[in-house]
């Protein structure tokens, strides 16, 4: 079983050697980059993480123009297809099981770019060109922008943008959350996404987003057991009205996180250990079929 990865900030592995980014400002990568052995072949489809490449955007003249170089360092430079309509969808069911991994834009770091109203005029350039995971911003434009997303999205099927709250606070994702539970159909139109939930989001934020149906990422950890714990603990947690395994995924990150595993290390280990320790419907839910679903419900 090929894994769905909900996320991979797959150009960071190139920090050390280029002009994206600003020299010495992730020295732990070159240690961590042999975390993607394998990673093309044991993934199926990945959320590719873009985001302006240095990490104070006031550094760079045009910090829009340094996000446009690191979606363009994925369209040329990413090993498979983008996925980005109904069409690249269907070549990827009609691909061998051992194709190429393909991947979905996701775009991060909007919080330092989106800083004025007519910023949120780039946010259909940015679905135009692909994007379909947005991380949303924080403050006074933070509807705004929501409301911005939801007007791109039909009401019936088709290819619609998604929101990530995998870096916003508390404060933030409650903020938002109560702006979805005050229109349930925003959730259908607008799905929702936290592909990395840790042991720092409020047990509060996490029941909320079960209720909405979100689909939730659970990372490698240090230890086996606290992987495990961390998928119990979400499975227990009722998704729109039901306890179970819906709605949970797995988001390598393997680039950003400190440590993992040996089991977890690899994208065929770590599928390989969720099966052998989950009975096989559950298993393929959390490798790929609960993923499967949410991409499919932004690209059509």
Same mark, same amino acid.
Request: proline content about 7%; aromatic content about 6%.
């Given at each position: ?9 797959? %150009? ?12 010495? #400002? ?24 873009? *985001?302006?490449?240095?990490? @104070? ?8 123009? &340094?996000?446009? #170089?690191?979606?363009?360092?994925? !369209? &040329? ?29 996701? $775009? ?19 679905? #135009? ?5 947005? !991380?949303? $911003? ?8 929501? !409301? ?19 870096? &916003? ?13 005050? #229109?349930?159909?925003? %959730? ?8 990395? $939930? ?43 009205? *039901?306890?179970?395994?819906?709605? =949970? ?24 250990? =969720?099966?052998?320790?989950?009975? &096989?419907? $559950? ?5 790929? @079929? ?7 419900? =932004?690209?059509?």
């Amino acid at each position: 079983m090929r894994l769905i990865d909900l996320r991979c900030d797959w %150009a960071l592995q190139y920090a050390a050697e280029s002009t994206l980014y600003v020299p010495g #400002e992730h020295p732990e990568i070159p240690g961590r980059v042999d975390r993607l052995d394998g990673y093309l072949t044991g993934v199926e489809t990945a959320v590719l993480v873009c *985001r302006p490449a240095t990490a @104070e955007p006031a550094r760079h003249s045009d910090p829009w123009r &340094a996000l446009g #170089e690191t979606i363009t360092r994925h !369209e &040329a430079e990413f090993a498979g297809r983008l996925l980005i309509d109904p069409d690249d969808a269907a070549r990827s069911r009609a691909q061998p099981a051992d194709g190429l991994c393909r991947g979905v834009l996701a $775009v991060a770091g909007l919080d330092d770019l989106v800083r004025a109203p007519a910023d949120l005029d780039r946010l259909p350039l940015l679905f #135009e060109r692909g994007v379909r995971v947005f !991380e949303p $911003v924080s403050g006074e434009l933070a509807r705004p922008f929501l !409301e911005r997303l939801l007007a791109l999205a039909p009401d019936g099927e088709g290819t619609r943008p998604a929101v990530d709250l995998t870096d &916003a606070d508390d404060a933030t994702a409650a903020a938002i959350l109560d702006w979805f539970e005050a #229109e349930p159909t925003r %959730a259908a139109r607008l799905p929702l996404l936290r592909s990395a $939930v840790g042991s720092e989001t409020s047990a509060d934020v996490v029941r909320r987003l079960r209720g909405l149906g979100a689909t939730l990422g659970v990372s490698p950890t240090p230890t086996v057991e606290a992987f495990r714990d961390a998928i119990e603990s979400l499975a227990a947690i009722p998704f729109r009205g *039901r306890a179970g395994y819906e709605g =949970i995924g797995v988001a390598t990150d393997y680039l950003r996180i400190d440590r993992a595993a040996s089991e977890l290390s690899a994208v065929a280990r770590l599928a390989s250990w =969720i099966a052998a320790n989950h009975p &096989a419907r $559950v298993a393929r839910a959390l490798i790929f @079929e609960n993923a499967r679903g949410f991409l499919r419900s =932004i690209v059509g």
